[in-house]
């Protein structure tokens, strides 16, 4: 069954995505202030916001099985209001263990909540649509977030950060508690009809695991933007001006990601992916011009956003249940999770350019697993004319 949410259901939805993807908005200046502010190695770093990231990925693995039993309303502002409160703690220590313990119960927390918002998005009438209107409602959050940030943790230090972390979190906590749309499951849940669509389809595995890896390669590049041009000698206000740029162009590659559903092949959609985030994860990490580094930067996280939008109106098409959909935050945390200290490992042994040969690896095999997805459910594919 398919649901309209109305105007108070969706803007729910919309919030709960926003807040917890802000791993995707926030990983460079997240990054950039365990290094900058607490002093940190890159590793390290790297590590705090890895450990958010398994956090999350833990939580959406347990939490999506049991999408429809659970009380979603309540998952979703318990867990958003419990990953501020962990948020507001760590602002007031500098001590790593500590900041490692809440970072992990942060992450674990947002996850649940998220988990029940994209499980709700697969129920809706038209899953890629609402997704869409999602990335744009994340961009412009990352756009407000981009410019404002950064001169508030230069004014105020970089314990401002995780209040921020903590004020977006408990937004999102009572908007859920007061909003968040409900579900009914009759009988095409239940019964015989349960037994037809507890198998998740083989080829909505391969689409999990292409864009897992499509987001390992994310957060190592994106994780190190800010730091990568730092070090390359460019002033941290032109920096700054491209983290503001990514998060502009986010909102633009949202809206085109809705608009041209129905106009672009999603098959090679699924297939330009993986090869253009190859290329622009090893310009970032080697140019050392401005110009090549801004408009790489710029386009590198909207091409995630283009991609994912589409392999989540594909894969909620696929899997009837919603449950795979409902495991959508473990399909972007469990490649985010090992991004930031792979990332940060790389790059404390073999340099930046490290990151662009991981990628070409990374992109390689998912480029692989998405091409299994197309000939796995071919026949699918077509009657929906996807393909």
Not at 297 to 316: E, K, N, Q, R, Y
Request: glycine share 10%; charged share 10%; net charge positive.
């Amino acid at each position: 069954m398919s649901y309209r949410f109305g105007f108070k259901g969706n803007l729910a939805l919309m919030v709960s995505h926003s807040a917890g993807m802000l791993d995707l908005v926030a990983l460079p200046l997240w990054v950039g202030v365990l290094v900058a502010s607490y002093h940190f190695d890159s590793q390290q770093a790297g590590g705090l916001v890895t450990l958010f990231l398994i956090g999350a990925v833990c939580a959406s693995v347990l939490i999506a099985p049991r999408f429809k039993k659970l009380k979603r309303r309540m998952v979703a502002s318990v867990g958003f209001f419990i990953s501020g409160l962990c948020f507001f703690i760590a602002s007031q220590t500098n001590d790593y263990a500590q900041l490692a313990g809440l970072h992990l119960v942060a992450g674990v927390s947002s996850s649940a909540a998220l988990s029940m918002a994209h499980g709700t998005f697969a129920r809706g009438e038209n899953p890629h649509r609402l997704f869409a209107i999602a990335g744009l409602t994340l961009g412009i959050m990352a756009f407000v977030f981009m410019g404002a940030t950064p001169n508030i943790t230069k004014v105020a230090g970089g314990h401002s950060l995780f209040i921020i972390f903590g004020g977006i979190m408990t937004f999102a906590a009572l908007v859920c508690a007061v909003a968040f749309p409900s579900l009914t499951f009759d009988h095409d849940d239940s019964g015989k009809a349960k037994s037809v669509v507890v198998k998740i389809p083989s080829s909505v595995w391969y689409g999990i695991v292409g864009i897992s890896l499509m987001a390992v390669t994310q957060a190592m590049t994106f994780s190190f933007m800010e730091r990568v041009g730092n070090d390359r000698g460019f002033s941290t206000d032109s920096v700054t001006l491209v983290l503001v740029g990514v998060a502009l162009v986010n909102i633009v590659a949202a809206v085109l990601a809705g608009i041209f559903e129905k106009r672009f092949s999603t098959k090679w959609v699924l297939f330009s992916g993986p090869i253009l985030q190859i290329l622009l994860s090893n310009i970032i990490m080697k140019a050392d011009g401005f110009v090549f580094y801004a408009a790489s930067s710029v386009c590198f996280v909207p091409l995630m956003i283009f991609t994912h939008t589409f392999v989540f109106g594909l894969l909620s098409r696929l899997d009837l249940s919603g449950r795979a959909m409902a495991a959508t935050p473990a399909m972007l945390m469990i490649g985010a999770a090992i991004g930031p200290i792979l990332g940060g490992t790389i790059i404390k042994f073999l340099g930046y350019p490290g990151i662009g040969i991981a990628a070409l690896v990374f992109g390689t095999v998912s480029l692989g697993c998405f091409i299994r997805v197309f000939q796995r459910s071919s026949a699918v594919i077509q009657s929906e004319r996807l393909a």
